[in-house]
């Protein structure tokens, strides 16, 4: 079935009788347009319940949002580069997989993590800065955030081949931002997953910059989501901040790998509302009006708007969601209400499987300071082991 | 620690850094700056803020996020007789780099027996103490050290840091300049057009006792200085040698200053095996053999990735663990 | 004029009412089918002065090949790479370029740069191994050869933008094969050409293999020309055999290029119908009878099947242009037959511009090595330094 | 080396390498074999040989052509749980993917707190010495042996390459597996099933003396036995330690060797400048200081870019240059 079954035919090479394409591009190409579902005729088709669902999670994921860059402020986090705007994107990650799939997410991606069942508490750590990942990868299938962008796409891939290989019911989705489609790591990602027939869906969420670089400056394909046709794989695009259509092309995307018929490159034209960390000051390089008119296009918005014209959501509906949005605040405020106090010597425990002497020289040196420190060395030169 | 000059000013590591790539730029339109964010934001520490409103986008270059290719890049435009200033975002971010750093950039001048020349600056924030998540606070310079055909050089001083990039700019070779990224903001009266560029290789005693001698670079130096001052208090009087430049490196400096002591502790925030350090001690140990009252001892980051911003002061040696070092050194005999 | 301009208008990012593609695909996708030119009526316009020029260039480029093979056999080179079967390729790479243009070859593409001008002795160096690189790159705009694949792709984007900052008419031409694709710096080279608008032209010599791996576990893409799309730039497919084709799609490029149309991505079918070193055997991955059929399908056979065919070439022509192939293969002869004696101090002088005083130091042993050495130490241990 | 056992036959490295891998993937089928050329044609050293017609394509897997995209593959495969073997062509074609290397593989334990397990061995056929061309023939074992997280080993016999392979390939952690390449022909008598896995992190004296130790590993221990029989004849004794495993360091057997001649030279073919015998140097310098008669030497490559096959010969550390070292241990003292 795949390109290197064993049983495989003797390998194709282009024979001077038959030098024409390989695969038909055609149906690699992405629409001209992306999907798009909310406003428009067909939405009316689309089940209630999903689109409630949709809604409470955005307004959840919104509220998530707004909390954790409030935590910045409060010096509870060192640092969080909000997914305000892009909600729709991250959430549809969640509700596209099965349980048994496994999502890469990024560095900015905790909600998507969150939406999957990761607690926001473990999702946020690497960036409280009490460890490098909170969570545990296996509970939920949520790999650790990548912060060297594109690099954990590839993970994707090895990870998607061997259960392959195992003969289990898999997808991967790794997500990716635009800038991150400009490197390396990306590109043979892509052709890994593409030449092994691993069932990977690259979701990227394409909000026009990356940090202060706007698209223009990081590629000139006609849309990001054309580059699919150069891997022989399928390109979507889609409009990132339709929850509705972002929730259907990565299902489909997801059911399309699932029965193995190959990875597909999915963009999400979407924008990032918020700075790109509580640190950033985007108005160096964008300007308000350029911000007022995504804001105008809102998932959030967009999405309330066409619950409300179709009759599916009220005032109560809007308040119940604001409450569990609230409750989750709350959890939050309280769970980073505390400082943690990691232990020093678990700095040597996970290096390797079992210490190395020279670590567990280390530990033996940092422990003696930190005794000599908690006894209180004499004061010419405090804390010094003596 | 520069002594006050004819207009001097008061400026910080950052605008000095800032203040130099300009100069160059004015001086010699071959200079131009590429990497990440460089341009519209002035990157992320904002060392080339102002830079393309003065010198255009296409000199102060923003670049797709890929740092092999933009290495790369370098190498070409080098090739054609510029003179590129490469921003790495952070320290980790070279690693994509790698291979353009080691196989080309590296190697090309003695690979094409001096034909081609890539006097590029690589410019890398690096080192720890700033509270970065993980991928953020990594000391890298024993990798580029072991590799042939790259200059390596670190400033500790707000007047080194304008001068040696200067230095590495204007030098026919490849430069990695790497920048203490917690001394960023540390301040000192200073006068760009005063200062005399200082030859690369060459290190500095920035403290002369005369009980042991202090070895270290970079983000240390200010921490050893430190620990100098403290250690008054013990009666040990230490000398403290900032080498600015791991490659080439000084050796004339740092073995006379070896000697004058007998003793000596290395200094450096990477890890510590196989670390630039080892080069220091084993170097020291066996160009000072018969002066050494004591082994050379080594003070350094621990043998563990960079940790999380929540510890990060047990890893990074500080004033303490100096000072600790500075007893070992076998008083007794 | 291009994207960077520094005059250039705000920077556009798709706005909620614009999403459409930011330029048409259409013109970047390649023909279905390898542009050909021999052996279609189309070839009866084309200039015999041109055909015959190619035909004496590819006698050349094979009997180079042969000698160098044959070196290899008398130990004169340590290995060789051979282009057999893809001269019209590497031929075509000088021919379209003008004389201040660049070239950025890969470890195969020797042949490419005697095309050039390099002499065979001075490109064929790094594999008779007296040094890394023969050549003076400056002298005939060619970089020095590249082992590591697709990394020589990176710097012809940045000559090429270091020209056009000086205004200078300059176009570099990069040579991948159809693995050195797969490599994140193909892409990344790519992809930096486009948003910079460099005179850049990717030459894929898609022989078919990557040492043993075939295409088909290389790239799943409907052809390899189809990558360009992804990058916003235009891909073309080119019978590599044909060497008329060659010159005028590499040509067109060229020129594509050096008006400031932006990079283009060519993509030569072809084969190496040698093993992949002396030193490889090919028959553990390939078959006689796919060998045979490209034998068939030789650009040497092919073009002089056309010649004879319009009465362009008589046996004489033949005979000239075979005593010129045997002039050079006495040249490379003549030229290998001594051996080069390097100075072993010569590794020291171009580490840096000036030599560190730790190389010094290192020279100074190694002098003092040679020189016990050539004075004779005592036997018991012969060479050392006393 | 080994003494003849039962069932013993004569095989060359290579071969116990291929045989190690064979054995690892009858016994287990998570372990999968993955790179460049390494199914049909078996690896360019042919190491894999044979792998993919017993196994099949899948669990023997000739990738596309980049080394990033190997290694962060077999990531995501040993997260799933199998237990990948990346054999990488040459030693500077590890480069690209250095990044996964550096920030995925050797840090994946540590950033998860030890949830995920990254057993991947990475097996690099690395030195000189082969006539290789530029980028063939790299030493780059400092770069791992500095990066935490990751085991680095490499063996110096045939039975040590069966031994630690195997060692490698069931250690749960990622290990850097070092083939010295011109040994690939070596041949000695050896028995895969008699012979026992040898512990990752445990250095080997293959050879007692009392005037002089010499510390070396991989493709230098046969040339330092070597030196050590040419040295009988100057009246000079010597110990080999062949380390094996530079990451763990086995400093007790490394010491107590070191410590019994009180003189010590560390030989290595990669440059020497913050190479892996500044390590060795600064340890033993400090560890044993006061057992040393003489500083701790190293002979090593130069400080250049690996040389062209006809000049490689002066570049690595021969039996010459190593007596030429122990004849500088001061010996008049
Ligand atoms: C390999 C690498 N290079 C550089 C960085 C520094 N960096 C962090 S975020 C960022 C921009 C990312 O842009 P994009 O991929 O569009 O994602 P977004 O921030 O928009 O979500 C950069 C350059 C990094 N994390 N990793
Ligand atoms: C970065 C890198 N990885 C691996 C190699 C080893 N290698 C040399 S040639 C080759 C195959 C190249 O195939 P292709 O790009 O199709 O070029 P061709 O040999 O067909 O001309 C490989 C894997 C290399 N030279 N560089
Ligand atoms: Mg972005
Ligand atoms: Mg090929």
């Known amino acids: ?386 | 620690m520069t002594s006050p000059a004819t207009n001097a000013a008061t400026m910080t590591m950052a605008q000095a850094l800032n203040t130099a790539l300009r100069g160059a730029m004015r001086e010699d339109r071959d200079v131009l700056v590429l990497g990440e964010d460089v341009g519209t934001l002035g990157g992320v520490f904002r060392i080339t803020d102002g830079l393309a409103a003065e010198f255009g986008a296409r000199r102060c270059l923003d670049t797709p996020l890929a740092e092999a290719g933009i290495l790369g890049t370098a190498v070409g435009m080098a090739m054609y007789g510029l003179r590129p200033v490469v921003e790495m975002q952070f320290d980790a971010f070279v690693y994509p780099a790698f291979e353009q750093l080691v196989s080309h950039v590296a190697k090309m001048r003695n690979r094409t027996a001096g034909r081609i020349a890539l006097p590029i600056t690589i410019r890398v924030p690096y080192g720890g103490g700033i509270g970065g998540v993980e991928h953020h606070s990594d000391s890298s310079e024993s990798y580029y050290a072991h590799t042939p055909g790259l200059h390596v050089v670190t400033p500790a001083t707000v007047g080194d840091a304008h001068g040696l990039l200067r230095a590495a700019i204007a030098s026919n070779d490849p430069v990695v300049f790497l920048e203490p990224k917690r001394l960023y903001w540390s301040k000192d009266e200073f006068a760009p057009t005063d200062t005399p560029v200082p030859p690369i290789g060459r290190a500095v005693v920035r403290r002369t006792g005369a009980s042991a001698t202090l070895l270290t670079y970079g983000p240390s130096v200010p921490v050893c200085l430190e620990a100098a001052e403290a250690a008054k208090a013990e009666g040990w009087d230490l000398s403290v040698v900032d080498l600015r430049s791991l490659v080439p490196f000084d050796d004339e400096t740092v073995c006379a200053a070896v000697r004058a002591t007998g003793r000596a502790v290395v200094v450096h925030e990477a890890s510590g095996y196989a670390g630039f350090g080892a080069e220091i001690a084993a170097r020291v140990s066996e160009r000072c053999f018969h002066h050494l009252a004591a082994p050379v001892l080594r003070v350094t980051g621990f043998d563990i990735p960079y940790p999380p911003p929540m510890l990060e002061r047990h890893h990074l040696p500080g004033v303490d663990r100096i000072l600790d070092a500075v007893a070992r050194l076998q008083w007794e005999q």
């Not at chain 1, 400056?217 to 580059?227: F, G, R």
């Not at chain 1, 092309?249 to 924008?271: K, M």
Request: hydrophobic share 40%.
């Open chain 1, 1 to 386: 079935m795949t390109l290197l079954d064993d049983s495989s035919t003797p390998v194709l090479v282009w024979t001077p009788g038959a030098h024409g394409p390989r695969r038909d591009p055609a149906p690699l190409l992405p629409d001209p347009e992306p999907f798009r579902m909310l406003g428009t005729e067909a939405a009316a088709e689309l089940d209630a319940d999903l689109l409630r669902g949709l809604y409470r999670r955005l307004v959840l994921g919104r509220r998530y949002n707004q909390q954790a860059t409030t935590l910045t402020k409060q010096g509870r986090l060192a640092v969080y580069p909000a997914s305000t705007g892009q909600e729709a994107c991250e959430i549809a990650a969640a509700t596209a997989l099965r349980e048994t799939d496994w999502l890469f997410p990024s560095y900015r991606d905790t909600l998507a993590a969150v939406s999957r069942g990761v607690r926001p508490v473990e999702a946020l750590t690497l960036l409280r800065g009490d460890a490098h990942s909170g969570y545990d990868p296996y509970e939920h299938r949520v790999a650790p955030l990548s912060t060297p962008l594109a690099t954990q796409a590839p993970h994707a891939v090895g990870l998607a081949y061997a259960a392959q290989l195992r003969g289990d019911d898999l997808v991967a989705m790794a997500l990716v931002g635009d800038g991150g489609t400009s490197e390396g790591d990306f590109h043979e990602a892509l052709n890994f997953a593409a030449v092994l027939n691993a069932p990977v869906v690259f979701l990227v969420q394409n909000n026009g910059y990356a940090i202060s670089v706007p698209l223009a400056k990081q590629s000139a394909a006609p849309t990001l989501a054309h580059k699919a046709v150069g891997y022989g794989i399928s390109g979507r695009l889609v409009d990132g901040n339709d929850a509705a259509a972002m929730h259907i092309v990565l299902s489909e995307s997801v059911e399309h790998a699932r029965s193995g018929c190959g990875p597909v490159l999915v963009e999400a034209v979407t924008y990032r509302l918020d700075a790109h960390t509580n640190a950033d000051d985007a108005t160096r390089y964008r300007s308000p009006e350029e911000v007022a008119a995504w804001q105008a296009h809102d998932p959030l918005t967009v999405l309330e708007r066409h619950l409300r014209e179709h009759g599916l959501l009220d005032d109560t509906g809007v308040a119940e969601a604001a409450e569990a949005a609230e409750e989750l605040a709350a959890e939050m405020r309280a769970e980073f209400h505390t400082d943690p106090l990691p232990d020093p010597l678990s700095l040597f425990t996970h290096v390797y499987a079992e210490p190395t002497s020279q670590l567990r020289e280390q530990a033996a040196e940092l422990r003696a300071w930190l005794t000599a420190d908690a006894a209180g060395a004499p004061t010419a030169v405090p804390k010094r082991r003596r």
